[in-house]
């Protein structure tokens, strides 16, 4: 799964350019499932299974990334953030267009050096010399560069949220059998600009169960806030995060699941943030909605880390879920 993981890790696409991702994803399942789409927005929709329950399963494949707003007259790029990229993970960052071109995000020698400075005051610098010779035009988008890293158990990548549910996902399909559920693997796009693909293909699968994979923030940095994620410890079931409670139903499904199986999990209460699992809930006449979070450091910085004893124990709980009929 290593592979893997670093295959979609060393793709640039960010929300809306989601091609280059969507080739690799579509490499990887052609012979993991029975029916395979693609829609109108972009979003794969892989199908695994003909009876049972109707079980809709969702990883974005999109990531976040910047928007060139404006070229000054020497060349130099200004930007606006896609999805969240944070001012103070920027600086001294490269980025690589989704034409190709590469650049370092620059920003000034400032008085005060501990102020983080406004993301409208921070540019991409692609090495031109002046405004017709830049090869980025006003509306051009890119993402971070950065080497897949290996920490012995961990890992360090850009875009683990939310490739690593990708992964996940992916892994989950080459280890279940045609089982007793109609299980729709979703592979999203527009995660990070307000859920945008999984709410077009929640409503077109009409789902009766749904589980949104992503990745969740940890407490066990040394000034992070009090909260109970760990690296290690298992994936994170998700009870609440600030735009949906998840369904008790589902949460205990999936606790029972994973006591049975012997896998460790821990809960999940995210302060800031929602995810895909969202979209689902709420389509249609509402569908009871669960969430499997991959925790991970440094979230929407070029440098997340997560650590595969989770991803491993991630993909074992997914695949016990899938795996037997359901009954909530
Ligand atoms: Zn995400």
Known sequence: MKKLIQKLTDT????????????????????????????????????????????????????????????????????????????????????????????????????????????????????????????????DMAAFVHPNVQMGGRLVAKSLDDRIGVAVAIETMRRLKSGPNEVFFV???????????????????????????????TGDTPNSIRRELALGAGPAIMVKDSRMLYDPKVVAWMEGTAKKAKIPVQREVLVGGSTDARAIQVTRLGVPTGGLAIPCRYIHSPSEMIDYEDVENAVKLLTALLSAPIEL
Do not use: W
């Open 12 to 139: 640039y696409s960010p929300s809306g350019y989601e091609e280059a991702i969507r080739d690799v994803i579509l490499a990887e399942i052609k012979e993991l499932a029975e029916d395979i789409r693609v829609d109108a927005l972009g979003n794969i929709i892989a199908k695994k299974g003909k009876h049972g329950k109707r079980v809709m399963v969702a990883a974005h494949m999109d990531e976040i990334g910047l928007i060139a707003t404006h070229i000054d007259e020497s060349g130099f790029v200004y930007f606006t953030s896609v999805g969240g990229s944070n001012p103070r993970y920027l600086p001294g960052g490269h980025v690589r267009f989704v034409n190709g071109v590469l650049g370092v995000i620059g920003s000034e020698r400032i008085s005060k050096a501990n102020v983080v400075q406004p993301i409208d005051k921070l540019f991409v610098d692609v090495g031109a010399t002046s405004a017709a010779e830049c090869p980025v035009q006003v509306g």
């Open 187 to 217: 592979f999203s796009v527009q995660e990070e600009l307000g859920t945008r693909g999984a709410i077009v293909s929640a409503y077109g699968i009409d789902p009766e169960i749904g589980i949104g994979l992503d990745v969740s923030h």
